[in-house]
């Protein structure tokens, strides 16, 4: 059984940091490419970031410099450092597997945790 949990989400002020993380489960997790995704109110869900097999990145413009992805193949978790927080990030942040370059594998998803920044 496949299953990914988010947890990190919460309030913070504009400015601030928060760093969430996704633990996998039920899965090859060294051999499984990992992403971020978010969706606010009204809007598609959309790529903040990617991290594949051998650690290479890739980034969504808005969040580029800013947030960083990055993941620990023996605790099987992949985490999101989030700096300089803006209100328009404010969504909820979804955990995939088994996506590739940009593209999520769409077959999972975690449960979502909810980033509220507020100015």
């Known amino acids: 059984q496949v299953q990914l949990v988010e947890s990190g989400g919460g309030l913070v002020q504009a400015g601030g940091s928060l760093r969430l993380s996704c633990a996998g489960s039920?899965?090859?997790?060294?051999?499984?490419?990992m992403g971020w995704y978010r969706q606010a109110p009204g809007k598609q869900r959309e790529l903040v970031a990617f991290?594949?097999?051998?650690?290479?990145?890739l980034y969504a413009d808005s969040v580029k410099d800013r947030f960083t992805i990055f993941r620990n193949n023996a605790q099987k978790t992949v985490s999101l450092r989030m700096n300089s927080l803006k209100t328009e990030d404010t969504a909820v942040y979804y955990c995939?597997?088994?996506?590739?370059?940009?593209?999520?594998?769409?077959?999972?998803w975690g449960q979502g945790t909810q980033v509220n920044v507020y100015s």
């Open positions: 995939d597997a088994g996506g590739t370059w940009g593209t999520p594998g769409g077959q999972y």
């Open positions: 039920g899965i090859i997790f060294s051999s499984t490419g």
């Open positions: 991290i594949s097999v051998g650690g290479c990145t």
